[in-house]
Structures are given as C-alpha cells and as structure tokens.
C-alpha cells in the first residue's frame, strides 16, 4: 500500500482511491456471482448495512448490561437457528466470528463434558472422516488434544460416513481398553457437499455414549429448504453443530455461529470472570455472550444477521438456496452430456467433474486437469476451485452465493468447454 500512514494524513478520496487499487481490485472478487470455488461467501448489502450500524452505534454485544437489546437480539437469532436444527429448549450458543471458531468452542466444550482430562487424552479416540473440514484438526490442536487418537472413518462412493464403519471402529477400539469420546460428522463437506448420514451416526454416538459434533459450517442452512431437511435428518440429535452464515446465508465473512444441545455445557467451559465485572452480573435471566464463549469485547455480530432476516424474512433466503441445489443439479447433467467425467449427482451444491483425454493414463488425466484448473483462473471470466481425492484430481464448482445464477453457471460451462477444445479435447456439441 503506497500511501504511508502520516502525521497529518491526507483527504479521504486519495485514501479511497489506494482502496479501489489496491485493496479492492487485485485478487479474486469474492462478492461475484462468478465465484464458485472453495466456498463461497456472497456479501448481502442488508447485512453489510447490518454492520454500519452496529459499528457505527458500536454497542456493546458481549454483555447483557451495557446492551440488553444486543444480547437479547443475537440470544433470539441463535433460537432461531436451533428450532431450524431441531434442538430443544435447553440448546443454547452465539454467533463466532466463522466456522472454524464455532468448530473451536464446540470441541472444548466436549472436551469438559467429557472430562477429557492431559491424563487421558492419549486414550480418548477421536472419529472423523478423510473428509472432516481441517479446522477440526486445528481444534483438536488447539484445544490440547493433538494427541488424541483420530480415527479416519471409511466413506461411501458418494464420500459419507459408512456408520457400520464407524461402530466397528469404536467397538475395537473400546475392546483395546480405550476410551471413544467424540465424533465429528459433516453436513456438507468441502471437496464435495457429502452430508454424512446423521440418523445412524447419532444412535451409534448415542449408543457409545460419545458427543456427536456436526460440522455444518457449509451445508447448516440448506435445512430451510425440503431437499436439505431430508439429508440432514438426525442433526437434531447431535451435541452441538457449527453453522456459517457467511456461507449459505450470504452474510459478509466474519458470520459463525456454535450451538450445544444444552447450553450449560457451554457455560462450564467458559464460565470464567474477573472482579471488575462485578456491576455487570445482573439477575436478567439472559445468558450473555460473554459467559458461554471465549470472547468478551466483540463485534454486535447480530444485527448483519438480523437486518437481513427480519426485513426479507426468510422467504428469499430459501428460494435463494433452492436455486443453487437446482443449479447444481443443472451443472452435473449439462457437463456429463458433454462428455465430461462427472463425481457422484450433487447432495448439496457443490459438483466435482473432470476432462479425461481419450486413452489417457491415470496420471496424464491428472496432469490435463491440474492445466485446466490452471487455464481457467488464468482465463478469469468465472472462479473454479480443484481438490485431489484419493489420488484422482478433481475440478469443483461450489454454487453458494446469492448473486449466482444460471447465467453464470453457463458461462462456466462455456469457459470449460472452450479451454477444453483448445487443448485439442473433442467435446459433445450441445
Ligand atoms: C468453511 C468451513 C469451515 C470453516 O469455516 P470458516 O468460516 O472458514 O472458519 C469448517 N467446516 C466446513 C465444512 C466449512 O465448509
């Protein structure tokens, strides 16, 4: 950035032009309807417009005191999103600054419930798939559990959790005097939007009396729509769940949120204070932040969430996500009618496909796919992400913000048809 920070400074439209250059212009535009790599996260003006206010009201969210509307505000958001997941009314949470953070707190919080103690974490087996989002590790790291034993489940062909798997794992491992404590599902995973089979995993967690932690960072929200509610049939019947509503609710980043089945847990992991709080423990009746998360001073996350909802309802927001399961759905057929080799039809709205050269080996197919990858970034009308499962290199196409649409997916498909026939790749003309 060229322009140093001085004594005097300078007038506000020279610093608003080094923001267009330089900040706003270079890398990818995250906010397009064009992005469909990684996850996207879309960028609701309502919420950003959220977050004016807040910044410029800048209340106080963390404590009831200060700001009982701000508690109370982000207290009735996460109600919101625990009905939604099926929780009863002892479930509790906030809103974190992302998934990986709501990941973080939901497994300290199972760390205690569980009185996973330095003198036993070596014996405390963890359950997973290959296919668990890597903020998981992270917070096994974190949260002094890296030297737990992880399981890496076996998947389907779809890349589900196989629960018959899952209890065989546990059963061993329980007959070789461990102690199996926490399983980590996905409802919807990065590579490929793979919701785990939630109903057999929680009666087998249940059964084994371990805490089922649902990652449903991506796919949380698709439980507004009918297709969504069926898939993720059980999250109900987890101990806590993350949820993302920077992704599937378009909110700008820096929207997580954690919830736990029953939010004393959460309280016993973070119930820690300071004598100079005294004046702010009231008998409100309303849980704090403060005192079921690991952050005091915070952003008022809750009104960029709020806004957004109360005055669109949620309507928009489900017909917006029924459109990307359908785009997605649209996109796997259109591009295997053109050839393509094509993963499994689209759980969520996340597709993964590949251009394999006629007779090509196993690794020429891979190296054709890294240079179309490649080739399309370069090429930048649309943001395509790859990923490498079990050997195979993948492309993805990750249909998640609000502003993509099917203009946008067809331009996709154009982009990759077009930079396929100009590596001499012979494409069905449809
Ligand atoms: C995005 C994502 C995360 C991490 O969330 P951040 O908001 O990026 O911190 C975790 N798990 C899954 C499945 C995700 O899609």
Redesign the pocket.
């Known amino acids: 950035l060229d322009l140093p920070i001085t004594e005097a400074g300078v007038p506000l439209p020279e610093a608003l032009a080094v923001l267009e250059r330089e900040v706003l212009r270079p890398g990818a535009a995250t906010a397009s309807g064009f992005h469909m790599a990684?996850?996207p996260?879309g960028g609701l003006y309502h919420g950003a417009l959220g977050d004016y206010l807040a910044a410029a009201t800048n209340k106080y969210s963390g404590v009831y005191f200060p700001a009982p509307g701000a508690v109370r505000m982000e207290n009735q958001l996460v109600r919101w999103a625990a009905d939604l997941v099926g929780y009863p009314a002892t479930a509790g949470g906030h809103t974190a600054?992302?998934?990986?953070?709501?990941?973080l707190t939901a497994i300290a919080t199972a760390r205690d419930a569980h009185g996973v103690s330095s003198a036993r974490v070596t014996r405390a087996v963890v359950y997973v798939t290959g296919q668990?989002?890597?903020?998981?590790a992270k917070a096994l790291h974190l949260t002094g559990l890296g030297e737990a034993p992880v399981r890496r489940i076996a998947i389907d062909p779809e890349h589900r959790m196989q629960p018959a798997a899952l209890a065989d794992a546990i059963a061993t491992d329980r007959a070789n005097g461990l102690e199996p404590w926490l399983v980590v599902a996905?409802?919807?995973?990065?590579d490929t939007g793979a919701v785990d089979p939630l109903d057999a995993i929680a009666t087998i967690a249940r059964d084994a009396d371990c805490w089922l932690h649902v990652?449903?960072?991506?796919?949380g929200f698709f439980l507004l729509t009918g297709q969504g509610r069926a898939l993720l049939r059980g999250i109900e019947r987890s101990d806590s769940v993350?949820l993302?509503p920077?992704?599937c609710l378009f909110l700008p980043?820096g929207?997580?949120m954690v919830l736990v089945r029953d939010v004393q847990q959460l309280r016993v992991t973070h119930a820690h204070t300071g004598s100079y709080m005294q004046d702010t423990h009231g008998a409100s009746g309303e849980l704090s932040p403060a005192d079921i998360s690991p952050e005091l001073s915070r952003p008022f996350r809750a009104l960029r969430m709020w806004l957004p909802l109360v005055t669109l309802g949620v309507a928009p927001f489900r017909a917006a996500l029924e459109e990307k399961l359908l785009l997605a759905r649209h996109f796997h057929a259109r591009l295997g009618g053109l050839g393509f080799e094509m993963g499994p039809e689209p759980q969520l709205s996340v597709v993964i496909y590949r251009w394999v050269p006629p007779g090509a080996t196993a690794q020429a197919a891979n190296e054709f796919n890294r240079w179309l990858i490649k080739a399309a970034l370069e090429d930048g009308r649309v943001f395509l992400s790859s990923t490498t499962l079990e050997g195979t290199v993948w492309l993805r196409l990750a249909v998640v913000t609000h502003r993509t649409h099917l203009r946008e997916v067809e331009l996709a498909i154009r982009v990759l048809v077009e930079l396929v026939r100009q590596a001499g790749g012979t494409v069905a003309s449809r």
């Open positions: 990684y996850i996260g600054s992302g998934g990986s953070l709501a990941n668990a989002h890597h903020s998981i996905s409802a919807g995973t990065t990652d449903a960072a991506y796919g993350a993302d920077h992704k980043y929207s997580g």
